[in-house]
């Protein structure tokens, strides 16, 4: 097995679609259009495993030091065998490079998590001021991030997570 970690590409979106489709219809996973997975191809990261996609992930930014890991999901064929785990790690890389110093999550998978360092979290760990500009933001994951009651009827009942680095 020869795993390759590495940033995604646009022929990737159709392999990331269907990943993301098996954990969306198991309720793991919010789906997502593929025109948001075309215009957030440069967020993801993809896993490969002898020329085949077998996982992905993506970090977006938030705020100056602040960033949400997404989409962290892997073929069913390879759980278990640490793929999950390397996309995460380059994930986090990633968000140090850039500045990042707290990664959020969204998550059923909270020991996957807990193992890199995650802990559940209640609330919106930003100051009021970061709130007020974050309520500008379109994204749905910001909403989600700051626990808006307009994106409350989308929830699926995942737990909040926070990594301090």
Sequence with gaps: MSLI???AKTPDV???RAIIDEYAAGHRLLTK???TLYESVQEFTVAEIDGKVVGCGAMHVLW???AEVRSVAVDESVRGKGVGHGILE???KRATELGIKRIFCLTFETEFFGRHGFVE???TPVSPDVYTELLHSYD???AEFLDLESVKPNTLGNTRMLLTL
């Design 5 to 7: 970690i590495r940033q």
């Design 14 to 16: 159709k392999n990331i």
């Design 33 to 35: 259009e593929t025109v």
């Design 64 to 66: 100056e030091d602040l």
């Design 90 to 92: 380059v994930l986090i």
């Design 121 to 123: 979290i209640q609330g």
């Design 140 to 142: 749905s994951g910001v």
